[in-house]
């Protein structure tokens, strides 16, 4: 023991400012008679039942990083522990000595000094600091010690609004195998010290602060980091692909059927499937809460797996046989789509015109045909689309002939009431598959449009709006 003494006191005195008459006998001599009878293991008070009251400060360097996924975060920086050990006090000037000495800088293998310990760490609970470290030790029994630490501590994360996420994450410090009777920790300040902070490029810090508390006796002090991601890289790599490929996939209904409509929603389909199985490694593991970008991309997948759906079924109508019977509903909604129903009147106004015409165009014919000799008399015209007497009849047996149905003079069908809705007295216009089709092309374009819309303002514009 005596051996160890003389080479830390030798050591020592080599770094020291004193330069007054024979340092190294001098220093020998001061670790004799302050150390010479000291044992570090006991509780540094002259009365072993008083409270230990330990001051620590803490330096942030830098955020190495965080870890959302894993809810991990890393930092650099140093603490400062300061307290007071009431056995290892000595005179300003020892007696025998030729110069005074005020301070000194003594192995902490030679001294008690308190187990802080990171209690939120994810590795171990292992006291801090290095057995390398030197401890400031003054002569009134103010020591402080300054251990360098890089800690990995837990922190729960708050995805909801990520990329443009606040995330709070503390660093809890506690003395180990202490009760607050025996050690107390207080902070030095109010916030973490940031003279020697250097900012990161993924995180910004925006304030921090420190809380001291007891939980079971023990006394924990605990610092809180409140963090901003920079969002550029995820701006650029996340959202503005997303967004592109949604409106990609809107248009879809823009594209001619015969030009291969089906594979192009089905490659939007599968570049979504894609990407989002890249991005969920960037996405927080989180269910409570989820994420409104998580929810805005599972959503956009959907929607378009349902637009390839959308457009095998609008294929399918357009190839349709224009002959085949359209059911009544579907044309009267196709009709809804298409303002037939608003160009009624029109129509009806255009077949007057005709008929006025047509009556004119008669009433000139037979005033050019007429002579009273008759010889310029033209034979009765023959009657359009005579119909035999045994024609199939549109009823048979009360019930609808759906294979003989009348038509009319221009070859358009008409059926009286079976033309018309009987629930809602509306007639059924007249329409055909290509135009069902693209009817549901445009209804379901300006609805794409429209949803997009609402999921922007629903789940990206609380987002923006916290940044």
Known sequence: MDVKIL????????????????????????????????????????????????????????????????????????????????????????????????????????????????????????????????????????????????????????????????????????????????????????????????????????????????????????????IRRIPLWFIINMAAPIGLLGLLTTFVFLLPIEEGRVGYALGSFLTFSVYLSYIIDSLPKTSEPMSYLTIYIVIQVIMSGSVSCISVFTVRLYLKDEDARIPKCMAVFIGFICCKFCCKDNEDENEKDKEKKAIEVKDNTDETAFSPDGENEAPPPEEENAQPEDMPSSVKFGVANIKWRPVDTEGEEFGGDEDKIPFIDVEVPRVGWKMVAKSIDVFFFFGTIATHTVLAFTFLLPIVVQY
């Open 7 to 226: 080479l830390s006191a030798f050591l020592l005195s080599c770094c020291l400012d004193c330069a007054h008459g024979d340092v190294a006998s001098d220093w020998i001599m001061f670790y004799r008679s302050v150390f010479n009878q000291y044992n570090k293991n006991s509780f540094p008070r002259s009365k072993q039942s008083d409270t230990v009251t330990v001051t620590i400060s803490y330096y942030l360097n830098g955020i190495n990083n965080f870890d959302e996924v894993g809810g991990v975060l890393k930092t650099v920086g140093f603490l400062k522990v300061e307290w007071k050990n009431e056995l290892a006090r000595w005179a300003e000037k020892p007696r025998g000595m030729s110069a005074a000495i005020p301070d000194t800088m003594i192995p902490i293998s030679d001294l008690w000094h308190p187990p802080i310990t990171l209690a939120n760490s994810v590795n171990s609970l292992a006291e801090l600091g290095s057995t390398e470290d030197f401890i400031w030790s003054k002569y009134d029994g103010s020591q402080i010690w300054r251990p360098a630490v890089i800690l990995s501590s837990s922190c729960s994360t708050n995805p909801l609004y990520f990329p443009f996420d606040t995330q709070e994450c503390n660093l809890t410090f506690r003395a180990w195998d202490h009760i607050k009777s025996e050690i107390t920790l207080i902070p030095a300040g109010t916030k973490a010290n940031l003279d020697f902070f250097s900012p990161s490029e993924t995180w910004e810090l925006m304030d921090s602060k420190v809380m001291e508390w007891e939980r079971d006796s023990v006394s924990y002090l605990t610092f809180t980091l409140v």
